[in-house]
């Protein structure tokens, strides 16, 4: 996925929102070298629903799938 985003896309940056409790999310986002950049709640249907903002840059990837 990052390798499309960077090397055919030519994105500088790739974001995911994953919510705090969806743990397989947020280790697939770990794993990829994407770290959280912030934090926000959405509030729908009067359900609190907080979000991490995971990211990780060109500069910081490799094509191994890696983080540098």
Known sequence: MLDYAFNT????????TIRPENKASCKVAERLGMTIESEFVKVHDDKVMPHFVYSIQRANFNENGRAR
Do not use: E
Not at 9 to 16: F, Q, R, S
């Open 9 to 16: 896309l030519g994105l500088n940056k790739v974001v995911a």
